[in-house]
């Protein structure tokens, strides 16, 4: 006679791959399901009526820039919230923006009478335009995006298809950093390649808190580092096994970078060597085994407990503690599923918004909420 013990742990053996199979695809093995329950608020940002232009995140800020009518919404981290804040028009051949600290906006301008492209500086507080800058007419020079800090704002140029510094063979771009003073462009480094298009892809430019560093992510399909004090590139490495690098961000202390993308890796990366330090997966596994998930963006938390990466198709956002490496599953496309399109923690690193669907969503990620 078989012990009913064995037996029972048979049967559970058998069962375990049915069992399996119905478990929703948002369950994490290692803390149960979704935790939906942090949600404290849901905003519906930008209004459907809205044509969008871009939307991003710096600092306490996070904004989108409307196509008709022409103008630039800021809401900001306040008291452990996300509120609206500023709202002004921008001008109509604005075609990138960046918040520097907590009342600037650098705007990339396009004249159309000219040809050529500005750099434009404005007050949040008064709507009004401080100052602007002609750039060089062979270069198309896009604004990236802020620190985490918001001090110091990238910037990254290409030659224009019609240039004499287009490159037969390969690509190039400069790498740089808008002057403190918001008044020219401070260019680091020369990025080069033999290869030309998605191989040498710039999908993210990522200033450190610090200023000593900018990382571009999707260079020759990888992370390409630029020592902006030494003014060179530090290295260009696509870890093994991935596709295509699409977000980035650094560690508060500048020492550290996250980078994931295509195949769903996140890795942990030393911004000094580009030594991989850790890999971890955006997926409901939690391993190498699933392959549809695609990380879209990621941010550091302001202390540097926190690792966040939103995901595409099923738009989740994956929560990593740095210090035990545990995760928390979050869902803010919904059911259904779609685009993270970027992550903004709050000051006190306790909350988390997430911007998806025309949505922002506020989590809360304090310690009270820590270990369900």
Same mark, same amino acid.
């Given at each position: 006679?078989?012990?009913? %013990?064995?037996?029972?742990?048979?049967?559970?053996?058998?069962?375990?791959?049915?069992?399996?199979?119905?478990?929703?695809?948002?369950?994490?093995?290692?803390?149960?399901?979704?935790?939906?329950?942090?949600?404290?608020?849901?905003?519906?940002?930008?209004? =459907?009526?809205?044509?969008? +232009?871009?939307?991003?995140? #710096?600092?306490?800020?996070?904004?989108?820039?409307?196509?008709?009518?022409?103008?630039?919404?800021?809401?900001?981290?306040?008291?452990?919230?996300?509120?609206?804040?500023?709202?002004?028009? %921008?001008?109509?051949?604005?075609?990138? %923006?960046?918040?520097?600290?907590?009342? !600037?906006?650098?705007?990339?301008?396009?004249?159309? =009478?000219?040809?050529?492209?500005?750099?434009?500086?404005?007050?949040?507080?008064?709507?009004?335009?401080?100052?602007?800058?002609?750039?060089?007419?062979?270069?198309?020079?896009?604004?990236?995006?802020?620190?985490?800090?918001?001090?110091?704002?990238?910037?990254? +140029?290409? &030659?224009?298809?019609?240039?004499?510094?287009?490159?037969?063979?390969?690509?190039?771009?400069?790498?740089?950093?808008?002057?403190?003073?918001?008044?020219?462009?401070?260019? +680091?480094?020369?990025? !080069?390649?033999?290869?030309?298009?998605?191989?040498?892809?710039?999908?993210?430019?990522?200033?450190?808190?610090?200023?000593?560093?900018?990382? %571009?992510?999707?260079?020759?399909?990888?992370?390409?580092?630029?020592?902006?004090? =030494?003014?060179?590139?530090?290295?260009?490495? =696509?870890?093994?096994?991935?596709?295509?690098?699409?977000?980035?961000?650094?560690?508060?202390?500048?020492?550290?970078?996250?980078?994931?993308?295509?195949?769903?890796?996140?890795?942990?990366?030393?911004?000094?060597?580009?030594?991989?330090?850790?890999?971890?997966?955006?997926?409901?596994?939690?391993?190498?085994?699933?392959?549809?998930?695609?990380?879209?963006?990621?941010?550091?938390?302001?202390?540097?407990?926190?690792?966040?990466?939103? !995901?595409?198709?099923?738009?989740?956002?994956?929560?990593?503690?740095?210090?035990?490496?545990?995760?928390?599953?979050?869902? &803010?496309?919904?059911?259904?599923?779609?685009?993270?399109?970027?992550?903004?923690? #709050?000051?006190?690193?306790?909350?988390?918004? !997430?911007?998806?669907?025309?949505?922002?969503?506020?989590?809360?990620?304090?310690?009270?909420?820590?270990?369900?």
């Amino acid at each position: 006679m078989v012990h009913p %013990v064995l037996r029972t742990i048979a049967y559970c053996v058998r069962m375990a791959p049915l069992v399996l199979a119905v478990l929703p695809a948002t369950c994490l093995i290692s803390l149960g399901c979704a935790e939906d329950d942090l949600l404290e608020r849901t905003i519906k940002w930008p209004a =459907k009526e809205l044509d969008v +232009a871009s939307l991003g995140a #710096s600092g306490v800020s996070i904004f989108a820039v409307s196509k008709n009518p022409k103008s630039l919404e800021v809401w900001q981290w306040s008291d452990k919230t996300i509120a609206k804040r500023y709202q002004t028009a %921008v001008a109509e051949e604005t075609l990138s %923006v960046a918040i520097a600290g907590d009342n !600037t906006w650098i705007s990339h301008l396009w004249d159309r =009478k000219t040809e050529q492209a500005d750099l434009s500086v404005g007050d949040l507080r008064t709507g009004r335009t401080s100052g602007r800058w002609r750039l060089s007419r062979d270069w198309y020079t896009p604004l990236g995006q802020t620190s985490a800090n918001g001090k110091h704002v990238a910037v990254w +140029a290409t &030659p224009e298809s019609n240039s004499p510094l287009q490159p037969e063979d390969g690509a190039i771009a400069r790498i740089g950093l808008v002057s403190a003073k918001a008044e020219t462009v401070e260019w +680091a480094a020369l990025l !080069t390649s033999k290869r030309t298009g998605p191989e040498a892809m710039i999908r993210r430019v990522v200033p450190s808190d610090d200023g000593s560093h900018v990382a %571009v992510a999707g260079w020759e399909n990888g992370v390409a580092m630029v020592d902006t004090r =030494k003014k060179r590139v530090a290295w260009i490495i =696509k870890p093994r096994g991935e596709r295509a690098v699409k977000g980035v961000a650094f560690t508060p202390d500048s020492k550290m970078i996250y980078a994931g993308g295509a195949t769903g890796a996140l890795y942990g990366m030393k911004a000094e060597t580009g030594e991989l330090v850790s890999t971890w997966w955006a997926n409901p596994s939690g391993d190498d085994s699933e392959y549809w998930h695609e990380i879209t963006t990621v941010s550091v938390s302001p202390d540097g407990r926190f690792v966040a990466v939103g !995901t595409v198709p099923d738009g989740l956002v994956f929560v990593y503690s740095t210090k035990d490496t545990r995760r928390r599953l979050l869902h &803010p496309c919904g059911p259904k599923g779609g685009l993270v399109d970027f992550l903004s923690f #709050s000051p006190d690193s306790n909350r988390l918004a !997430t911007q998806a669907d025309r949505q922002l969503k506020v989590w809360n990620l304090s310690e009270k909420t820590a270990g369900r």
